[in-house]
């Protein structure tokens, strides 16, 4: 019988793999030209940020739902501040490249997000070379590679963006790790989008003034207020679905979720747009690279879990103690008769309680630290 709470689990994660398909599908349909036709992803993401700052800033300040958390103006300088510059970037980037390549290629593309987050942490000093870690990079690379030359419509400007927002991303997750985390400092979900999302906003200010305010048509967006307000919800929905759920299950977990919903979208996009052609190559691409995304996540929460692990075997150990005790017996003193019960009792309850302990050793802890 399945618990309440293991149902819950697979709820956020049954959310979460339907709002980030239809968040990516829906954003596609209004960047589209043979759909909504509204070639402005900038915008499309400022509207995303600012539903998002207005919500969470009544959610705190208004509704009191959380309470705000201590911030002062050096920690938003030298935390909120760059990791919402590179979150604007990954969301711009990311976005554009709706304009010039698919979404079944963008989801291949995705495959190289452990190859950034490695090279990228291995940079800031984070994670180390490891030659097992480095034969799965390439791997994985080699799988896009093939996606890549498998592409009908390939887009040089489109996947570049792609990729550029790949990296913005890993580098947005590593300086998350290394600012808040050596800091302390901890934010739930709607103080996260509290203290992010208008930052973000105002990053995007300034591509927007140069690239498309002078494009922009004001009329277009009031005319489909209801589009972009929907469009909104979802996109906030997302957020808080995807910190919940890796709260609840954690970032391993979401990796394979991720994996899942690549798949679908992949699928759907063929399906819902024509100009998403899959070839051959792109299917032999895209599950080598998948391959190498599954070891990756399998030896980073190896490394995770090595430090918990015994460093000697069972057998190992109970000898070691047998042996220990053998010679400790040999030194009893002679007021102890140990073919007495007195005796017999002592050495029968000790030896229980030091198995009991060895027993205990090996049970691994169930509050394990999830992979991050």
Known sequence: MISKQHLLTYFYLLVYILLSSGVILYNKWILSSSHLNFPYPITLTMIHMGFSAVVAFFLIRVFKVVPPIKMTSKLYLTCVVPISAFSALSLWFGNTAYL?????FIQMLKALMPVATFFTAVVFGTDKLKC?????????????IISSYGEIHFNVLGTVYQVSGIFAE????????????????????ITSIYYLAPCSFMFLCIPWCFLEISQIEVEAILFNIWIFF????????????????????????????????????ISLSTVLFPESIITGLNIIGYTIALCGVIIYNYLKLRD?????????SFTERLAKEFMEKKSSSMHLPDIIDINSNAGRNE??????????????????????????
């Open 100 to 104: 010039h390549i698919s979404v079944a």
């Open 132 to 144: 097992d870690v480095l034969l799965n990079v390439l791997l994985i690379s080699i799988g896009v």
């Open 170 to 189: 890993a580098l947005k997750l590593v300086l998350t790790q290394i600012l808040l985390q050596e800091k302390g400092l901890a934010l739930n979900p």
């Open 230 to 265: 929907s469009n909104s919800l979802c996109a906030l929905a997302l957020n808080l679905s995807t910190l919940l759920a890796i709260g609840r299950t954690g970032a391993v977990t979401i990796r394979v979720a991720a994996v899942l919903k690549d798949w679908i979208l």
């Open 304 to 312: 995770v879990h090595a430090p918990l692990l015994p460093s000697k």
């Open 347 to 372: 050495w029968d309850g000790s030896s229980r309680h030091s198995y009991a302990d060895e027993k205990e050793e090996l049970i691994p802890s169930s509050r394990m630290s999830h992979l991050s």
